[in-house]
């Protein structure tokens, strides 16, 4: 089976029903059908897209997002969906990487390509939603017009399952994720691999048709992009309202759409329980909200529980190469399990295992250990990155956990320095590289410090050249303009040496301790 069959299916079945409600739009299955066929016709008749192509999306409205979604994979292309807080040298890293060929995108973000222009040797067309052509700027690469696209389907071409001959084991979709080197790495997840998590999610959240999911996660993540295929495959409705800057309108939403799941991030839930009125509104018809993206303090859980007293809350554990979920914890065993991740999904088995490979006892700590049909295919052409996390006896997920005499899962701690700010997975290395490149800082430590809302926040630690001086604001806005926002230092201190072993190596753990001292930016 191949997942634009979801779509397929659903809009078959229920061609009228809503699939995804925004503040001033509905979109329905007919509709979404009808826009995605427009897609793949445009990249298969005129862009010439081949099975297998990459095919980037950057955009930031729900409808049309999933629209091209689906229409890449209609075409037998392999969606790349790009993180819409992003920068220039991003971009430019992770098309040259996957040779992405056609891009979909929306007219704000044309500024990123005309600096690129001269740099992206593979792309050739633009598909620009709300395009401005008065105020397009001159590219290199054909440029269209994204509503016309959509609205252009021929059904004669497309009435009959608009497939290329693609198996489940080819590849549906690259995600990147950053690594502990600080380069993105692309997730190859293959056809096989996300309808093997969807099937598993669908069965333990006993979803069903009658679904209205409140979604404020972007489709671009793959805790996202897991809750737009779970409610797809089964007919049911997404409301939409991906931004968190004003809570009153995400919970007069929920309230009004009588929404009965959501989903978040740990910074989700502290944002809503800190800065939104969230006591002043009943919702009868929520019943469950599940959390993955981070450890969630079990104060923010208590509080949760208590603000949402009759709601199921599922405390849920994946990695992306997973294709978003690994375990989840049962709302039943939420207080007598405080902060475990649970067990396995169904379908998946897990592990702990010692850096030899062999299985550790009860209550000793080792490396998580995952199989199932939901492990990714591998790294886009980074054969050696992928053998060091595939290999036989699963994936390596680099998280250090123990278990119990139930089996129920506890992290304890990461193997990398990964940090993991709000919803995002962030590489320290990149951040101080990109730290190095001014012309004043001699050496930079960058690791992440605990934090009520993100669960984690960015501390940089800098020692200056000798002979030059350079403020905090200085810092910020070298960083500013070569990194996406989440990757921004909150943090700086100036330091006069950083703690190392003999070797060299920063110490990191000591810095940590002095956090105490740190100065908001």
């Keep these: 089976m191949l997942i634009q069959k979801y779509l397929l299916h659903s809009a078959e079945l229920f061609p009228d029903k809503d699939v995804i409600i925004q503040i001033n739009k509905k979109t329905s299955y007919s509709d979404l059908l009808h826009y995605a066929k427009g897609i793949a016709r445009w990249l298969n008749d005129e862009q010439k897209i081949v099975h297998g192509d990459r095919v980037a999306i950057l955009m930031d409205d729900p409808s049309e997002y999933v629209s091209a979604y689906f229409g890449i994979l209609m075409a037998g292309g392999i969606v790349v969906a790009l993180n819409t807080q992003t920068s220039t040298r991003t971009l430019k890293y992770l098309f040259n990487h996957c040779q992405i060929s056609v891009l979909l995108t929306h007219m704000k973000y044309i500024k990123y390509l005309q600096e690129l222009s001269n740099s992206l040797p593979t792309l050739t067309s633009i598909a620009i939603s709300e395009i401005k052509v008065a105020f ?39 995600i990147y994720t950053s690594g502990t080197t600080g380069e993105p790495k692309g997730v190859m997840l293959s056809h096989s691999n996300l309808i093997a998590n969807t099937n598993s999610i669908i069965q333990y959240l006993s979803l069903n048709l009658n679904q209205r999911h409140m979604v404020v996660l972007p489709f671009f993540y793959a805790y996202g992009n897991s809750i737009l295929l779970t409610h797809l495959a089964i007919g049911a409705t997404l409301v939409v309202h991906q931004s968190l800057v004003y809570p009153k309108v995400l919970l007069d939403m929920m309230a009004k759409e009588k929404v009965d799941g959501f989903s978040g991030v740990p910074s989700t839930y502290a944002i809503l329980l800190t800065n939104s009125s969230i006591r002043n509104y009943q919702f009868p018809h929520l019943k469950y909200v599940t959390q993955a993206g981070g ?41 007598r399990k405080m902060g475990s991740i649970g067990k396995a999904i169904p379908g998946v088995r897990l592990r702990l295992l010692d850096q030899k490979a062999n299985p550790v006892k009860i209550g000793e700590m080792g490396e998580i250990v995952a199989q199932g049909e939901n492990i990714m295919a591998g790294y886009w052409s980074e054969p050696d990155k992928t053998s060091l996390v595939l290999r036989k006896e699963g994936l390596w997920t680099g998280d250090l956990a123990k278990e119990d005499e139930e089996g129920y899962f506890y992290i304890v ?109």
């Design 136 to 174: 397009l700027p001159v590219l290199p690469f054909q440029c269209f017009d994204f509503k016309k696209i959509i609205s252009s389907a021929h059904q004669n071409s497309f009435d009959n399952q608009p497939f290329t001959g693609a198996t489940g084991s080819d590849i549906a979709q690259i």
């Design 295 to 335: 450890a969630m303090s079990p104060k923010v859980i208590q509080e949760l529980k208590t603000t949402l007293p009759h709601v199921d809350i599922y405390i849920m554990y994946g990695q992306t190469e997973a294709c978003a979920r690994l375990s989840y914890l049962e709302p039943k065993e939420l207080i």
């Design 413 to 521: 701690g990461r193997k990398n320095e990964m940090i993991k700010s709000g919803a995002h997975r962030i590489a320290p290395k990149e951040i101080e590289e990109i730290t190095l490149e001014h012309e004043a800082v001699q050496e930079a430590a960058v690791f992440g410090v605990d934090d009520a809302i993100l669960g984690e926040s960015i501390k940089a630690c800098i020692v200056l050249k000798e002979g030059f001086s350079c403020t905090k604001k200085e810092i910020l806005l070298h960083c500013r303009k070569n990194l996406p926002a989440y990757k921004v230092p909150h943090y700086i201190n100036f330091c006069t040496q950083l703690p190392k072993t003999l070797s060299g190596k920063v110490i990191k753990n000591q810095l940590k301790k002095k956090s105490n001292e740190m100065e908001y930016c």
